[in-house]
Nanobody, 117 residues
Framework: QVQLVESGGGSVQAGGSLRLSCAVSGIIINLKTMAWYRQGPGKQRELVAQITSSFNTTYTDSVKDRFTISRDNVKNSVSLEMNRLTPEDTAVYYC???????????WGQGTRVTVSS
């Protein structure tokens, strides 16, 4: 029943921008922490950005000041604006809903981002 669907991925040249969106159904995100993860070629999955129910945000150092995570509780969605992209940002990006009390997260199917030099 719970479904997270990412969109907005694609190919862009270095220095460009993309905006990813995650539409959530089957669960209300209002009181949930939301996050974006990514997995690049030959790399481990890493947390990129996180936004709590109180709208507090956290970013991994490599994207700080370039990416912005936001949420729209009315639309039940979360977005990731990515600016000044570099080839190191090339990855499959996953939206995640992080429940409280150590419950496992819900994952989207992922959307591919390719940044060319």
């Amino acid at each position: 029943q719970v479904q997270l669907v990412e969109s907005g991925g694609g190919s862009v040249q270095a220095g460009g921008s993309l905006r990813l969106s995650c539409a959530v159904s089957g669960i209300i995100i209002n009181l949930k922490t939301m996050a974006w993860y990514r997995q690049g070629p030959g790399k481990q999955r890493e947390l990129v950005a996180q936004i709590t129910s109180s709208f507090n945000t956290t970013y991994t150092d490599s994207v700080k000041d370039r990416f912005t995570i936001s949420r729209d509780n009315v639309k039940n969605s979360v977005s990731l604006e990515m600016n000044r992209l570099t080839p190191e940002d090339t990855a499959v990006y996953y939206c995640a809903l992080l429940p409280p009390y150590k419950q496992p997260p819900y994952w989207g199917q992922g959307t591919r981002v390719t940044v060319s030099s």
